[in-house]
């Protein structure tokens, strides 16, 4: 997520010590929950939507190879 306003670094921790000790700490938690969810669940996500698929008859023919190459192993 992007932020939808342009605040300085330093901005935002001025606005962060002007709050009271509780809604910091709050604050604290969100940020470290935020940080500590693994974000990767959602690129595996967007990779297996976006990746490229097989067409029946492409997948037929991988399914032969392979076929072919187990046989070739135990022979």
Known sequence: MEPRIKIDYNQIVKLIHQ????EIERLANSLQAELSTPQSSEAI????????T????????Y????AHVNKSRIA
């Open 54 to 61: 097989w067409t029946d008859s492409e997948f037929d023919d």
């Open 45 to 52: 996500m967007e990779l297996i939507l976006n990746a490229p």
């Open 19 to 22: 709050l009271p000790k509780t």
């Open 63 to 66: 399914n032969q190879a392979r």
